[in-house]
Every structure is written in structure tokens, then in C-alpha cells.
């Protein structure tokens, strides 16, 4: 995807992987982490990485994709705190020592809260591929990022999955990297929202439509699956009929099937079974 300023985008996708949770499979549901992306906007002779991933396995692959392009990486840009997207910068380093993890004031709170908290979750789902240290990303100055001369703008919308999160917008491309704001056939995680947060998450895809972008890449997204911004509409309906379904629905299992009918298309059930029963749990 090139345009005449020399800017490329380029998009790798860590496909699905199994995790333990037997709960799952005796309810007939394959438990596996969702297939998640990293992007690389290339220019001249410099590259950006946005997101990184989580396991010493996916860094290593990405790291090898990396180096076919033959630019210099001059960072990693973080769009949310998630610990499946940027744990992987550990291992990156091994591969580019001193690359730099670049994050918003609010991002880099979370990681910092995810490193200092959820290891002993991570590793109980990913075992000895996660780092026990991870390296965290330094503040990003500023709200843009200069490769080959060419400004690269970080808008900090706030409201995806989880808050603080950001995007990078790539007017030379008419592209948006939008983390996980936006979902590409992949379940979305919808567990840690309620009503008010959903309707800031799809005030926030307006947002990003209203930019006209050409390209917008999800942070979950399906192998092969184009980055085109029908996306957008298809997230917020996913979000408004989760919240009429969750609303109508007193089990996990009622707010499981119903958004099957609707959504029964996407990767990962997993992630909609998980979302159902934390979504009941914490009715109270």
C-alpha cells in the first residue's frame, strides 16, 4: 500500500493460538487468544512498529518480518496498554538493541500497572513465552512522530477496550492504525465496558470515520482479512447489539448464544464466552 510520498504500510498478524482453560472446552468452546496485528509504516530508509505483540515466539516472527524490509526501526509506538500488545518489546530488543517503546501519558500507566499486577496472569496463560521483566515504553513528547521527514500524527481518543487508548493516523496513506478500537472479524472484547463506556467507544469510531480514512488497521484482526474501513460500522454494530443482548439476557450462556446468531461469523468465541460470563459475574 504505497503512495508517492515513499510511505509504505505493511500489516503482520500473530494468527489465533490455544490457551489452557478447560471450563471452555467442556462448554464446547475451543479456548484461544484472539489473532492479534502489529503494522510497520516504512519510509525511505526508516520504519515505525505500532503495537508488539506479547510472546517470545510472536516477537521472534515479527522480528524476522521486520528485518526483510531493511529500513531502520526507530521505535515502537504503543496505541493501549495491553499487555498482548506490548510485552513483545522485551524481546524485540534482542533483535534491535536500544529500539525505543514509544506511549501517550495514559498508556504507559497501564503498562506499567499491567507489569506490576497481571504477570502471574499472563504467565498462566502463556507460560515461560512471556517475559517475568518486561520492558516498559518511555513517555511519547509530543503528538506525532517524524520517519523520513514525513510527520506521523498519535491522537489519544481515549475509549476502545480499555481506556487511554490511542491511534496513529497516517495522512500521506489515508490510514488509521487503530489498535483496539476497531476489530477486523474477530469477537470483541467488550467485558471491562459498560453502557457509557461503549457509547464513548463508538463516539470514538465516529471519530476515526470521520477522518475518511482509506485503510484502518484493527488490533485484532483476522489472517488476510482486508483493512478496509467497513470496519468501523461493523465494530459499533457489534457493540450496540451486545449491549441491547447483554441487557436482555440474565446467563452467560443466553448472552452467548444470542450474539452467536448475530456474530456467529467472527474468530475467537472464546473471547465472547469470557465476556458473557464476567459481564454476569459482575452484575453483583
Same mark, same amino acid.
Given at each position: 500500500?504505497? +503512495?508517492?510520498?515513499?510511505?509504505?504500510?505493511? #500489516?503482520?498478524?500473530?494468527?489465533? @493460538?490455544?490457551?489452557?482453560?478447560?471450563?471452555?472446552?467442556?462448554?464446547?468452546?475451543?479456548?484461544?487468544?484472539?489473532?492479534?496485528?502489529?503494522?510497520?509504516?516504512?519510509?525511505?530508509?526508516?520504519?515505525?512498529?505500532?503495537?508488539?505483540? *506479547?510472546?517470545?515466539?510472536?516477537?521472534? /516472527?515479527?522480528?524476522?518480518?521486520?528485518?526483510?524490509?531493511?529500513?531502520?526501526? #526507530?521505535?515502537?509506538?504503543?496505541?493501549?496498554?495491553?499487555?498482548?500488545?506490548?510485552?513483545?518489546?522485551?524481546?524485540?530488543?534482542?533483535?534491535?538493541?536500544?529500539?525505543?517503546?514509544?506511549?501517550?501519558?495514559?498508556?504507559?500507566?497501564?503498562? @506499567?500497572?499491567?507489569? $506490576?499486577?497481571?504477570?502471574?496472569?499472563?504467565?498462566?496463560?502463556?507460560?515461560?513465552?512471556?517475559?517475568?521483566?518486561?520492558?516498559?515504553?518511555?513517555?511519547?513528547?509530543?503528538?506525532?512522530?517524524?520517519?523520513?521527514?514525513? @510527520?506521523?500524527?498519535?491522537?489519544?481518543?481515549?475509549?476502545?477496550?480499555?481506556?487511554?487508548?490511542?491511534?496513529?493516523?497516517?495522512?500521506?496513506?489515508?490510514? #488509521?492504525?487503530?489498535?483496539?478500537?476497531?476489530? +477486523?472479524?474477530?469477537?470483541?472484547?467488550?467485558?471491562?465496558?459498560?453502557?457509557?463506556?461503549?457509547? $464513548?467507544?463508538? /463516539?470514538?469510531?465516529? =471519530?476515526?470515520?470521520?477522518?475518511?480514512? =482509506? *485503510?484502518?488497521?484493527?488490533?485484532?484482526? =483476522?489472517?488476510?482479512?482486508?483493512?478496509?474501513?467497513?470496519?468501523?460500522?461493523?465494530?459499533?454494530?457489534?457493540? @450496540?447489539?451486545?449491549? =441491547?443482548?447483554?441487557?436482555?439476557?440474565?446467563?452467560?450462556?443466553?448472552?452467548?448464544?444470542?450474539?452467536?446468531?448475530?456474530?456467529?461469523?467472527?474468530?475467537?468465541?472464546?473471547?465472547?464466552?469470557?465476556?458473557?460470563?464476567?459481564?454476569?459475574?459482575?452484575?453483583?
Amino acid at each position: 500500500m504505497t +503512495n508517492d510520498t515513499g510511505l509504505d504500510i505493511h #500489516v503482520y498478524v500473530a494468527p489465533m @493460538r490455544p490457551v489452557p482453560n478447560p471450563a471452555a472446552e467442556a462448554a464446547g468452546v475451543t479456548p484461544m487468544w484472539s489473532p492479534c496485528s502489529s503494522t510497520l509504516i516504512t519510509g525511505e530508509t526508516e520504519a515505525l512498529l505500532v503495537d508488539a505483540l *506479547i510472546t517470545y515466539d510472536q516477537a521472534d /516472527a515479527l522480528a524476522e518480518w521486520i528485518k526483510g524490509f531493511g529500513k531502520k526501526l #526507530v521505535g515502537v509506538l504503543f496505541t493501549h496498554g495491553h499487555s498482548d500488545h506490548t510485552f513483545g518489546l522485551t524481546r524485540l530488543r534482542e533483535h534491535f538493541p536500544g529500539l525505543r517503546g514509544l506511549a501517550t501519558r495514559g498508556v504507559l500507566e497501564r503498562t @506499567r500497572f499491567e507489569k $506490576a499486577t497481571m504477570g502471574p496472569y499472563w504467565q498462566s496463560v502463556f507460560g515461560d513465552q512471556v517475559p517475568g521483566d518486561p520492558v516498559l515504553p518511555e513517555l511519547l513528547e509530543g503528538d506525532s512522530i517524524s520517519l523520513d521527514g514525513h @510527520r506521523l500524527s498519535v491522537l489519544d481518543l481515549g475509549q476502545g477496550d480499555i481506556e487511554d487508548s490511542t491511534i496513529l493516523y497516517v495522512p500521506q496513506l489515508d490510514a #488509521v492504525v487503530a489498535g483496539d478500537i476497531c476489530y +477486523n472479524q474477530v469477537h470483541m472484547m467488550t467485558a471491562f465496558t459498560d453502557d457509557e463506556k461503549r457509547e $464513548a467507544w463508538i /463516539a470514538n469510531l465516529d =471519530r476515526i470515520a470521520a477522518m475518511n480514512p =482509506r *485503510i484502518v488497521v484493527s488490533g485484532h484482526k =483476522r489472517v488476510d482479512a482486508p483493512d478496509t474501513p467497513d470496519t468501523i460500522e461493523q465494530s459499533k454494530q457489534y457493540l @450496540r447489539d451486545w449491549g =441491547r443482548v447483554a441487557a436482555e439476557q440474565e446467563t452467560a450462556e443466553g448472552i452467548f448464544g444470542e450474539m452467536m446468531k448475530l456474530h456467529g461469523d467472527r474468530d475467537n468465541p472464546y473471547t465472547l464466552l469470557l465476556c458473557a460470563q464476567l459481564t454476569v459475574q459482575n452484575r453483583g
